[in-house]
């Protein structure tokens, strides 16, 4: 059973940063990779980043430049690195794993909630 383990959420000023982590833990089906999604209030869960089977970090246009994800692969550990933080990026972010030809990740961390906010 695939377990993922989000941390590292809070509430941050704008123009702040944060670091995410995810654990990732038991029996992980070859050929998945790992990202990072987000869900606004209101609003539909979004991709953010993930690592493509060619080693490639893919980012989403409204992230690029300011957000950066990176691993501990030793440790199977995964971090995104919040930078320049607005309010937009106000949401639930999710650590998953999704199979490199589907379209949807098969497993989802519980959440961690980033708040940006004056």
Known sequence: QVQLVESGGGLVQPGGSLRL??????NIPRFYVMGWYRQAPGKQREFV?????GGITVYAD????RFTMSRDGAKNLVYLQMDSLNSDDTAVYYCALKKFDLSQPSYWGQGTQVTVSS
């Open 21 to 26: 982590s995810c654990a990732a833990s038991g």
């Open 49 to 53: 980043a993930i690592f493509t089977m």
């Open 62 to 65: 409204s992230v690029k430049g």
